[in-house]
């Protein structure tokens, strides 16, 4: 007799994947078909800003299906623009305008092609060792290590030259024919490596003197994840570009490029383009984690909480802390992936790792209490490694 296929038979083998079926979701908690519970510190690769089965974003987007799941940008509609006008605001900052799209990688594809525009006969683009920020050409070019295992392509689009992080010598690199600059100002799989208020400063600095385009890749520590807006709000540095997604939709795909006035100028008719950017379900999603963020206080609950963690974590196998809000790096004195196999499998915590091998990354939703944070401060207490 025939058996039935398993549900993973007909998926590429691509991801390695965690020894956790997840049937559901509720608040910061995973639940698997079993019923046993697991504290959910990694929120799907830091997309679950508002964790599981929120109440106003599940409305905002079974509404909006409900009243028209899509249309292209062949035709305006109001939700577009809302969220187009929130993102802005939001932002605190003086961009002028919003190109929508569905990935990180895609919106730092656009960023960079702007980048190239505003730049003709530049050839370069600087990005930072540890960096990553995406898989298609022109990201995954930028990626560190990316050429030496999974790039692919038989050629980058430009010159890449990595520099070192925090290095402000190493800065001189950019020139004259450095087209743009492409940096976390919190790297997310680098091992929630904060920048540094001075560092990003100087790197402004660099970029005005050489007429080159700064952007700042916000993909995974944006949209209130620092406890900021976003990282350029806590650093106070003004980049000419924004690229952010993850948190962005709450788990709907959606990215989105924020431009100065200055870009925004360079930007020309059918010069960019996209399919499923800005549909109306993503922007109704991006208008209800906003609203979230805002109506419930949710940076505020990062910034406090976060401190909680950096408090009280220090014990077990964890010596130091790195990052801000949200986005932490937990530094391991063993290598990081056994400590997160005992957490999912001993406490049932599920944490991340990095391209830093002791560092332990949390990028928990932003409605995390202290009392989650105890749970996890005990876990790691608990563990012989």
């Not at 305008?97 to 960023?111: H, K, L, R």
């Not at 010069?271 to 993503?282: I, K, R, S, V």
Request: hydrophobic share 45%; net charge neutral; aromatic share 8%.
């Amino acid at each position: 007799m025939a058996t039935e296929p398993a549900i993973h038979d007909y998926l590429a083998p691509v991801f390695a994947q965690y020894p956790l079926h997840v049937a559901r979701g509720e608040g910061v908690w995973l639940y698997t078909p079993e019923g046993r519970r697991v504290l959910d510190l990694y929120g799907g690769h830091a997309v679950a800003a508002l964790g599981y089965g929120h109440p106003g974003w599940t409305k905002a987007v079974t509404d909006q299906a409900r009243n028209v799941n899509f249309q292209s940008n062949a035709v305006p509609m109001d939700v577009r623009l809302r969220a187009a006008q929130r993102l802005v605001q939001f932002s605190k900052l003086p961009f002028e305008s919003v190109f929508f799209v569905n990935s990180g990688a895609e919106a730092n594809e656009n960023a960079l092609k702007m980048a190239f525009t505003m730049n003709p006969g530049r050839t370069e683009v600087v990005a930072l060792e540890m960096s990553f920020h995406g898989r298609t050409a022109a990201a995954a070019a930028l990626t560190w290590g990316a050429k030496e295992k999974w790039y692919g392509f038989p050629r980058t689009p430009f010159d890449v030259t990595f520099i070192p992080r925090r290095d402000l010598a190493a800065l001189s690199t950019i020139t004259e024919k450095t087209a743009a600059v492409l940096v976390e100002p919190v790297q997310g799989v680098g091992g929630a490596f904060d920048l540094g208020a001075e560092y990003v400063a100087a790197l402004r600095k660099r970029c005005d003197e050489t007429g080159t385009v700064l952007i700042f890749d916000e993909v995974q520590c944006g949209v209130g994840r620092t406890g900021h807006p976003f990282a350029a709000n806590l650093y106070g540095v003004m980049p000419d570009m924004i690229t952010t997604a993850k948190a962005l939709g709450n788990g709907f795909p959606c990215s989105a490029l924020l431009m100065s006035a200055k870009v925004t100028k360079a930007v020309k008719l059918d010069a960019l383009g996209t399919t499923f950017g800005a549909g109306p379900m993503a922007c109704a999603a991006i208008e209800a984690v906003i609203d979230a963020i805002e109506q419930e206080d949710l940076m505020a609950n990062v910034q406090r909480v976060g401190a909680y963690i950096r408090k009280t974590c220090l014990v077990g196998p964890v010596t130091a802390h790195q990052g801000a809000g949200f986005l932490t790096g937990l530094i391991t004195k063993v290598p990081a992936k056994f400590v997160q196999k005992a957490l999912l499998e001993q406490e049932d915590i599920l944490t991340g790792t990095s391209g830093d091998p002791n560092v332990l990354r949390l990028l928990p939703p932003f409605t995390l209490q202290e009392a989650d944070v105890d749970f996890l401060a005990a876990a790691l207490a608990r563990l012989k490694l």
